[in-house]
Structure formats: structure tokens, C-alpha cells
């Protein structure tokens, strides 16, 4: 318990994990009983108890980093993927570019790293400049991404 409190920020809403991480640092990670698990599960078998087969640790909050034993409930992965449906967080949902409160360019931005790209500029560069991933800069220069500016 105290190994993984160490790793946590407490807040007075979300407890932020602040170690390793996966899925590109959207959830973390901790390595519990011989493997890595989800911080947020271990989370939930450290302060509820045993997680019952085929069911998934879901938050309240929607902050995948949050991993406060009040934001967790169970449920199936069902119902994970309609909780993120229906609040425009899947691929192809309804919160794009600056309406995704998670957004971290403008679509200035956009229009600046596409303009590289077309003038020659690597992908790799464009990702430096705009301090973001290379995958990240690939799929907005592709317009696979941030398809509405154009």
C-alpha cells in the first residue's frame, strides 16, 4: 500500500498517478502481485477488493490517471465503451479539436504544421517544434486528424 501511495497525488477531486504510464500516458501503470495491472485497478483491488472476471474498473471522473477509490466502479467493458460513446471520447466522437477539453493545439497550430510538412519540413521536426509525439504530428499533417481545419 505505501509503494503505491508514494506514486499518487491527492487533489481535492482526482488522486493523479504519477508514475509509469501507458496507452500514451492516458492511464497508469503498477506492477502488482508478479505483473503490471492499471494503476486504477490496483487502486481498486488495494481499497475495495477482488475485481470479478470479464468485469472492468471504470471512473466516475474520466480521468484515467485518477486512481481515488471514489471515482472507480465496475462494470463491462460494454458498458466502458458506452460510457466513452456517450460522452464523445471514442475515435470518431463528437469532441474534435479545441471542443475536446484535452486538445493541447490551436487550430493555428494545425495550419502551421501542415504548412511545414507541405513546404518539406520532416514529420519528426514538426513534432519538436509543436511539442508533441511524432504519431501525434504524422496524423494531424495526414489529415487523419483535426480533419475539420483546414
Known amino acids: 500500500m ?20 501507458r496507452s ?6 503498477f506492477y502488482y502481485n508478479g505483473k503490471n495491472i492499471a494503476a486504477h485497478r490496483a487502486s481498486w483491488l488495494l481499497n ?15 480521468v484515467g490517471l ?16 458506452q ?12 469532441l474534435h479539436g479545441i471542443t475536446n477539453p484535452n486538445h493541447k493545439l490551436t487550430p493555428s497550430e ?6 511545414l510538412y507541405a513546404e518539406g519540413v520532416a514529420i519528426a521536426e514538426i513534432a519538436r517544434l509543436y511539442n508533441t509525439s511524432d ?7 495526414k489529415l487523419r486528424t483535426w480533419k475539420h481545419v483546414v
Open 135 to 141: 504519431m501525434n504530428a504524422h496524423k494531424i499533417v
Open 48 to 62: 475495495v477488493g477482488p475485481i470479478p472476471e470479464k468485469l472492468d474498473v471504470l471512473h466516475t471522473c474520466d
Open 83 to 94: 460510457d466513452r460513446n456517450s460522452k464523445g471520447r471514442a475515435s470518431g466522437g463528437q
Open 2 to 21: 505505501e509503494r503505491f501511495w508514494s506514486k499518487v497525488h491527492k487533489t481535492n477531486k482526482c488522486w493523479i498517478w504519477q508514475a509509469a504510464t
Open 66 to 81: 485518477c486512481v481515488n477509490p471514489e471515482h472507480l466502479f465496475l462494470g463491462t467493458h460494454l458498458r466502458n465503451m
Open 24 to 29: 500514451m500516458g492516458r492511464y497508469g501503470t
Open 110 to 115: 494545425i495550419i502551421a504544421m501542415r504548412m
